[in-house]
């Protein structure tokens, strides 16, 4: 999600994450924000992201993420097994019982 | 790859990690500050703005924490902090630090000395390369009653074994006795081993200067050589590397030193000198069996295939060599002949094992008592720490984070206890291997290696986690409300709350019982020993001392004997001298035994019987009074037996007894050795059995010969003299060096400067034949005492502790009329029943335990109801005290003072 999140509207500090998923989630996913720190240091530490200290909207210091070009890879090759799995989950979910015979 | 990746990353921030810490804040800070801002446009009031953003946000602290765990090296960094926290705490605590640490500095040292004796000896592999190839040869005779289990082989063996075998690489024979060195300032008698060609190549140690001997040395007619070893050549001429060359005068005829063997070369009888052993071929017989056979077996020959290939050529050797003199082929022909091979460790190590083991299991169930009293003393820490740990539970401290840092405390105790122990287990094995017991083979090459080290490391580590774990299991868990309100004067507690403590003192009377009833067995069985007669009255005032009258000096017989009988008259004359002995051996002088059949002329054996082994002695007037060794019938030998070569014999009251029934009736009966060469000798006393074997074991039976005969199986045909002997002086001054001085000025003046040697006191050589009882004993007393007192402290603790607890109870008791008497009886009755169910356990254990040292014992039973007993009593009595003694001061307390106390 976030990776989805950061190709799709650039350099984003953490807030602007948070919000965005909630937004796109329609508010279905309230997590505590705080949770996602750990995942951006984890992303950022496999290379699947970048940061650098910019100014935010209201010109306070702010720390930005970028999608880096693995990350992007990355990103394709996630989407690609979600579709895999999605597509399996959805093949049973339509599934009828006559068919199967 | 991503791992890595992740790894590195992780490796780089731990080092950024307090700039990191910083920005982290500040991403927060932003986070929320932006939140707020669009709470407050969404129309919420400034604080509700704020309150909501950090609800949304969750646990800044908790965040930050898993931020942290992701981003540097969580384990190794709590692991280093959690170390510094428990040092300082450790600091803050010293007399409960020094308690726990010498404790454990105890236990562990005591289990890692014993380890290192136990690798040294058992573990190790002796110091030869490819040492488990070598083996030891010798030769049974299951035929022949009363000989050893194994004998040695003879040089007729040596060279039937070298020309014949299939199976050895190298062969070869040695035995080690003393030679003397003159020629010098101060002569000497050194150990020397007698080595015949194979037995160094067999060992495989190269020498460290010059040459090894070559088959020329070992035949007879080359030029006499000899080798050092390390010791003797540094002690002896101060490591000077011209040695090599030089001639040294031994057993009076000059040799070529020809090399010097490492320093590291360790052998059987630590021998300083080696000399080849020059057999002739010619002359040899089938016996004597005196000399050690050793080979090292050629690449992939088992031990059974080594034993067939002996046995295989011990019938050849049969039928290869004469008879030795004067005897008749049919003992050799009973006596079952067989291979004797075993692997050369087993046999130097020998039987020690049951005892080592006995000593380890014994310190190890000290090391567990050590760790249930550190466990205790940590239950009341932990318990002292009750609030501050609630209080970090509540603040989002995980379990695991909790009872890891418990952990690492204990296991910081126990790795610096790990660390005191090994400096006491380093000293005590200095002690042991500067005093210890010469039976405990392989002495000389006990020392802390790696192994031992690791053995330690492993001891402290997993005794720390023995000890840390019950803490944790009780105070680590979430169990918030109760810590927070527990504490304080709302209530005395409950008895769960001592249920763990109860259980850890009741385990150590038990092993404490177990240890104890273990020493009180050894000490019985050392009283067992005491008590019996040995053959002779109070060794510790018998000085021994061994010369020999030189061929050089006289070779006749008759010569022979008046210049000993001269050093005898010249040592009684001495001050203080009560009585002097002569004769070829004292009791209990284990290398120099000597044994053979002996025939009596009106008892004979019926078809196919062998006469049975007695022990043998050749000795002069006065030797029996002067040992104190009572004769029972008839009378001892006098100087005109000797000089006028009368046939006569004495013998010892088993002897008597097994063939004429009674000691009286043996005297004026006809004996010999061995066979027809020996004259029939009349009996003339009986004396007393004399436990030469050591007094566990059944006397031997013994034939005495006198020192001087005019015909005897072994002499030449003069006759047969003692020349190379033993003189026995009882007197107060005994061990003196005043008494020492005298006595060599006695014998140099009459033998021309022979070295004095084998010096020692009957005394001595007791003791050492109960060393291994003597040692056990010490270790099992050291155990149990150590055992005694951490379960007496344990169980003092918890009475302590109690009553500290229920001060205030025993203040309202008090106050409400109760006796100090029924109070003192409550908790007397609770430390009892703690010991109560220990020692009912541990008589438990013990029983079954106990058994396992049965072979160390003398005289007592696994289950002696005695020794039983009175440890039990002993453990109750001190448990009584122990509980009595906290309780006193409780009562003594000031009712009013004991409700203000808390």
Redesign the interface.
Known sequence: MVLKTLEVLGPL???GI??RIEQISGDLL?V????L??VL??L????SIASEWGA?E?N????FYRLTRQGRKQLQAEARSWEQTAAIIERFFTAKAQDLK | M?TL??LF??LTSWATSARDEE??R???E??I???T??NLRAGLSTSEARRQALL?????E??KE??R???GLPLTETLVLDTHHALRRLRKTPVFTAAVLLTLALGIGANTAIFAVIDSILIRPLPYPHAESLIRIGTAAPGLPGLPDSLGCSPSMYFTYREENRVFQYFGIWYVRGASLTGIAEPEQPRALFVTHGVLDALGVKPLLGRWFSEADDTPGSPETVMLTHGYWQRRFGGDTSIVGRTLTIDSRPRAVIGVMPADFRFQGDPELILPQRFERTGQSLGPFNSQGIARLKPGVTLEQASTDVARMLGIWLYAWPLPPGMDFTPFQNALLAPRVQPLKQDIVGNIGSTLWVVMGALGLVLLIACANVANLLLVRAEARQQELAIRAALGAGRGRIAREMLVESMTLGVLGGALGLGLASAALRLLVARGPDTLPRLNEIGIDPFVLAFACGVSVLSGAVFGVIPVLKYAGPRVATALCGVGRTFSHGRERHRVRNTLVVVQVALALVLLIGSGLMIRTFQQLRSVPPGFTHPEEIQILHSTIPESLAKEPERVMRLQHEILDRLAAIPGVVSVGFGDAAPLESFLRSGNPVYAEDITLTGGQVAPIRRTRKVAPGYFKALGTRVIAGREFTWTDLYEKRRVAIVSENLAREWWGAPGAALGKRIREAGPADPWREIVGVVEDVYDNGANVKPPEFAYWPALMDQYIWGGKDGAAVSFGMFAIRSSRTATEGLLAEAQQAIWSVNGRQPVFLITTLKTLYDQSMARTSFTLVMLALAGGMALVLGIVGLYGVIAYVVSQRTREIGIRTVLGAQPAEILATFVRHGLLLAGIGTALGLMAAAGLTRLMSSLLFGVTALDPVTYLAVSALLVAAAVLASYLPTRRAIAVDPVQALRAE
């Open positions: 500090h953490g807030y948070a919000r309230t505590n924000q705080g949770t720190y750990p240091l984890k950022e530490q496999e290379g935010s209201n306070r210091k702010a720390r | 991503k990746r992740r990353h992780r920005f982290l500040a991403e927060f932003e986070h500050a932006m939140q801002a669009d949304k946000f969750g646990n800044v908790a965040m898993s931020y765990d992701q981003r």
